[in-house]
């Protein structure tokens, strides 16, 4: 038994690449929960099992009382057989004394059959979520094997996935041993194993198709910028090339299209717009509403509402850009994260004129360009009854257009500033803490968290900032209704943020002594000789203003100094007979100061100056 309970062990270590010292540690755990149950001990006797894999030994040790005469043998120990073990034992001790029954080898290969068994089973159900968590994000291939209303269950090979009906894209159908192709949207950990929820109308599916489909995007060669996707119907990439030379919409769609309508294929024959990007927003929007022509595009960058398109199309290309029940527009929208206001040249010109008849601040602009208007509200009037147009019509109302909006921008410029102002208030009056704090932390039904997610508000702090702003901006977010609205409200009314900590107040400049060590500059300007070593004391003066002043001063700051001088002189003559050092007194016109030298003769300790100042 022991032989085979060695090579059973080691077999299953080595083939299911496991631990030993899991394994030991599992077996050992199960064979004294084993013991207990054999024996029927009490919980709070203290069981250690010991296995010795290279012998197959398995051994038990119980905590007992060591008693005189032996009533319950589970809990109780002679004094001889406790000395055996420790020859201090007294009577009354507690000893721990190996109690391994007797036919304990088939309850241990018993427990340890079971043990590996559920090893095997963690081992196996960690390995399946460490190689789909890693892929998380990525496609994957599968094989329908169940379909049901709410999901179809997809086989991976050594584990299963689930895809939910609301990540089907629409008119799709799913049977039995049907090849898929889908992305790995999220894989939890369970109790049972990995749950691995799949999708097929994410954006970033349609990111990786494109990815290996295209060489240039994989290397890297040519960027995704961004991506608005309606599943099952259209989508539109916007790409930009990182290598002069490189067309990155002819990157993708292939010869003759073969890159892109092999993703079209695989997307259930959903339409693909791919765009070039550009860094002018004008420009990109312009782009992004293709196929429709565009004739001018103003941006209004609110700071409070928001950032806002107006584009103006010719007439017989509004419906084009509106698209279908407002497709084109709204994956416009998506894409440029502009919210993008559409109005035909006709419509734009009317509002013009408006604007020029009403406001008074476009009254100086309609007297300078009278004829202008004149002219434009003629052609407005043909085109209200029907008449035709010739192309230079259309050009004069684009001008008017143009320049009715250019004014309108500057106008905005004010506003602008004190809606600034305002943002900055309230972005500041939002808790650091909640800045802090994950989405997650909200405890959102599952589509308003990820609708949010995808929208790129990672924290409370941001969600609080858009509903103080304006929370219409919150409603423009594919996924979020009037009810996620209200439920984001209630979530956020919930929290509390402790108070933020008032700043310390800066500490006040300590003075500073007006006599100290003068500055290196003064120093650097006195070269002294090898043999001397000048005392220097600078005293500060206003520049000169006539030479005879300068004399007049230079003679009363020395007669003054040389007195103090020689009276120390004689002082220290009487007592040292030493020699009065002479003194010498500039002027420094860089620094405006007076810089009188002491010379005496040079220290032992080198050619070293010290400079004092008084």
């Not at 309108?408 to 800045?435: F, M, Q, T, V, Y």
Request: net charge negative; proline share 5%; glycine share 4%.
């Amino acid at each position: 038994m022991k032989s085979e309970l060695t090579l059973a062990l080691n077999e299953v270590i080595e083939q299911n690449k496991l631990k030993r010292d899991v394994i030991v540690e599992a077996l050992e755990n199960a064979l004294v929960t084993a013991y207990r149950k054999s024996v029927n001990a009490s919980a709070a006797q203290h069981v250690v099992a010991k296995v010795d894999i290279a012998t197959g030994t398995v051994k038990i040790f119980a905590e007992k009382e060591v008693v005189e005469n032996v009533v319950e043998p589970k809990t109780e120990v002679t004094l001889e057989e406790a000395r055996r073990v420790d020859p201090g034992a007294k009577i009354g001790d507690m000893v721990t004394v190996e109690s391994t029954p007797k036919d304990f080898g088939r309850i241990a290969a018993q427990a340890a059959k079971q043990v590996i068994v559920q090893r095997l089973r963690e081992a196996e159900r960690e390995s399946q979520y460490q190689e789909y968590v890693q892929r998380e994000g990525d496609i994957v291939n599968g094989t329908v094997q169940a379909v049901n209303a709410q999901s179809i269950t997809i086989g991976l090979g050594r584990t299963e996935a689930s895809l939910p009906r609301n990540q089907t894209m629409p008119g799709e159908r799913y049977y039995p041993h049907q090849k898929v192709r889908a992305y790995v949207l999220e894989v939890r950990k369970t109790t049972r194993g990995p749950q691995i929820i799949l999708s097929r109308t994410h954006k970033n599916m349609l990111r990786r198709l494109l990815e290996y489909e295209v060489p240039e995007i994989y290397n890297g060669t040519v960027e995704i910028k961004s991506i608005a996707r309606e599943p099952g119907h259209r989508s539109k990439v916007a790409v930009a090339a990182r290598q002069e030379g490189i067309d990155p919409v002819g990157a993708c769609v292939g010869m003759r299209g073969v890159r892109i309508q092999s993703i079209v294929k695989e997307l259930n024959d959903e339409k693909i717009d791919v765009i070039e990007w550009n860094p002018d927003q004008a420009t990109f929007i312009a782009k992004a509403l293709s196929p429709a022509r565009v004739t001018a595009v103003y941006l209004d960058d609110d700071p409070i509402s928001g950032r806002t398109a107006m584009v103006v199309v010719p007439d017989d290309q509004l419906s084009l850009a509106i698209g279908r029940d407002g497709q084109n527009a709204r994956l416009a929208a998506k894409l440029t994260n502009w919210r993008i206001d559409i109005k035909s040249l006709t419509e734009a010109a009317n509002d013009a004129m408006t604007k020029l008849r009403e406001d008074e601040r476009y009254a100086e602009m309609a007297q300078l360009n009278a004829e202008m208007i004149s002219t434009a509200e003629a052609i407005l009037q043909r085109k209200s009854e029907g008449r035709p147009l010739a192309p230079e019509d259309y050009t004069l109302l684009s001008k008017l257009v143009d320049m009715v909006e250019k004014r309108l921008a500057r106008g905005r410029e004010e506003e602008h500033a004190a809606k600034a102002e305002r943002a900055a208030a309230i972005r500041a009056s939002i808790p650091s803490a909640a800045r802090r704090m994950n989405l997650a932390e909200l405890h959102l039904p599952e589509p308003v968290y990820r609708a949010l997610t995808e929208a790129e508000y990672t924290s409370v702090g941001d969600v609080m900032e858009t509903l103080a702003l304006d929370e219409n901006r919150l409603l423009q977010v594919e996924g979020i209704d009037e009810q996620s609205l209200a439920e984001v409200k209630d979530a956020i009314g919930r929290l509390t943020f402790p108070p933020e900590p008032e700043p310390e107040p800066e500490p006040k400049p300590e003075p500073v002594e007006a006599v100290g060590r003068p500055a290196a500059s003064v120093a650097e300007l006195i070269e002294p000789s090898e043999e001397t070593q000048a005392e220097v004391i600078v005293e500060a003066a206003p520049a000169p203003a006539r030479e005879n002043e300068e004399e007049d001063e230079y003679e009363d700051f020395e007669s003054k100094d040389d007195e103090d001088d020689e009276e120390e002189f004689d002082r220290k003559k009487k007592k040292k007979g030493k020699k009065r050092p002479a003194v010498e007194i500039t002027y420094d016109e860089e620094l405006g100061v007076y810089i009188k030298q002491r010379k005496r003769k040079a220290s032992r300790a080198g050619d070293l100056f010290d400079f004092d100042a008084e």
